[in-house]
């Protein structure tokens, strides 16, 4: 049978077909052309929809998804029904719109009949929920979905600052130019808020430096008396927050996780800690599994389960499920050798606890790990109201707002997500870091790792992300970079594509995947290469790593439009 977390990954996959009105014959097809990511495999998945639905129909039951396709399903055959309902709801308004999924617009729809009483409110911008079937389109196309409507344009931002607006916008506007996000759907916003400091951009050494850089920004900025909740941490992950809590314990700073407690709340961390309970064996067994789970992906979901145990030595639970209901792969564009999937970052936390645990025990133990875990990592968890810096995931923190928000793992893999492929994901991706980057109100800090480990010994090479350019781009030189708190100089971190603000750039050059490669022509393969021989001489000469002389993204745009004067170009 499937394991908990893969049984976790077949619900979502269900609930999302039923959001988006998908037949269960019909799921692994529309499954593959929305490029979904589940550990299951689309004829287990679509399998396990059939009996699901056959076993609710012979007790009788329904869910939550039910009661609205059902509604609708009447609505639409019977005459009565459709009559009292439409007498009963006689003025619809809709909060959120940009979250609705077409099982509810159809809803919406029967509840609405011809009418045109109907009200609703939404950001475009802020739709970061289509893995869960929302679409977009419906307030993207409203007016060709309601051509009769008045759109009244709620421009004023309350929040945060006008340098804040700049540098999320230029992310999203970057969006539109590579044809991710619809023309337009960008509006700006209008800054009520007194100017504040620009958005400061700070590269360290690894996620650890990264996470005790953080806690010492936080430490820094909270003037006598100032509560620890104006402060925020966001992460794309939930795996991510593991590093950050442990610097923040030891630098005295009380935090939240938003949500739980994060990592030993995840369902296949459960699942090890129900073994690590057991486990009588050598504790250097439990890191070799814990690494060996960490870096393998497995998709043969019917042979195995977390609840294997640790006595076979082979034992690899499913990977984590995150807040917004994809697999956490720390997963990178493969173009370059850092760009590999690199397995789960939940399991890979919990091994470099487990090494956290050797270093102060000298007798370890799984049943002291466990402990240990305990009083480390949710021993620090504090109720609900007390005064803590908030640490939560960018999903997470939607809705909500503070004074300083540090938004950390501002790296190719994490923003974008490594798995994000389509036009549709890498333009909600865009959206998500719009979203996350406009929870503060006076001050951003934006924070990555040169490196980071994923459960192994040897340390990845990360990237920078590279909305952290459209941030310089939309502030010029006025982006602050910052120097690694242990003493690593960033060379070069100063934007130099300031004067692209006054240059006009083409529109509608769509992007369809992570990579632009493979769009190349064989002359614009070759060109490609020379343009990165190019790109190493130009960087060493100047000091500077690549990706400030030019990033791939804008090298395979060069080598496919070849332009031929310096105005096109």
Known sequence: GLGPTAALDVVGEIEWAKARRIEPDRYPAMAAAARRRCNVDSAIVADTFVRYEQEKQRKRLVDFDDLLRLCVRNLENDRDFAAAQLWRFRHLFVDEFQDVNPLQHALLSGWLGDRTDLCVVGDANQ????????????????????????????????????????????????????????????????????????????????????????????????????????????????????????????????????????????????????????????????????????????????????????????????????????????????????????????????????????????????????????????????????????????????GLEWPVVVVAGCEEGYCPIGFAQSTAQLAEERRLFYVAATRAERELICTWADERTFGTSKPRKRDPSPYLDDFRRAAGSGVRSAIDPRGTARAGVRSARAASKATPRPKGGARGGVSGRAQLDAVGQELLVALKAWRTETCRAAGVPAYIVCNDRTLEAVARDRPRTKKSL
Not at 191 to 213: I, K, M, Q
Not at 371 to 382: E, H, I, K, Y
Request: glycine share 8%; aromatic share 8%; charged share 25%.
């Open 127 to 398: 739709a970061i929920y289509g893995w869960n079937g929302a679409d977009p389109a419906f307030i993207t196309d409203f007016r060709k979905h309601y051509p009769t409507a008045e759109v009244v344009e709620l421009v004023d931002n309350y929040r945060s600052s006008e340098q804040i607006l700049d540098a999320a916008y230029a992310v999203l506007d970057e969006g539109v130019y590579l044809g991710e996000l619809p023309e337009g759907s960008a509006i700006k916003l209008r800054a009520n808020r007194s100017e504040g400091p620009v958005p400061s951009l700070r590269g360290f050494t690894d996620e650890r430096a990264e996470a005790r850089g953080i806690a010492r920004a936080v430490r820094d900025r909270r003037r006598p008396g100032q509560a620890w909740g104006d402060f925020a941490v966001l992460t794309r992950t939930n795996a991510q927050t593991t590093p950050i809590e442990e610097a923040f314990k030891e630098a005295g700073i009380p935090i939240r996780v938003r949500g739980g407690s994060g990592l030993l709340d995840e369902p296949e961390i459960k699942a090890w800690i129900r073994q690590l309970r057991t486990w009588r064996g050598d504790f250097a067994t439990v890191i070799a599994d814990l690494d060996t789970a960490a870096r393998k992906v497995s998709r043969d979901t019917t042979k195995r389960s977390p609840e294997a145990g640790l006595d076979a030595g082979t034992a690899n639970p499913q990977p984590d499920v995150d807040d917004e209901g994809w697999p956490e792969l720390a997963a990178q564009d493969a173009e370059t050798p850092n760009d590999v999937a690199t397995g789960n970052p939940s399991l890979a936390a919990l091994a470099g606890l487990a090494r956290d645990f050797v270093a102060v025990d000298p007798n370890p133990t799984a049943a002291g790990f466990v402990a240990w875990l305990s009083t480390t990592v949710r021993g620090d968890q504090l109720a609900e109201g007390a005064d803590a810096v908030e640490v939560s995931t960018f999903h997470g923190a939607k």
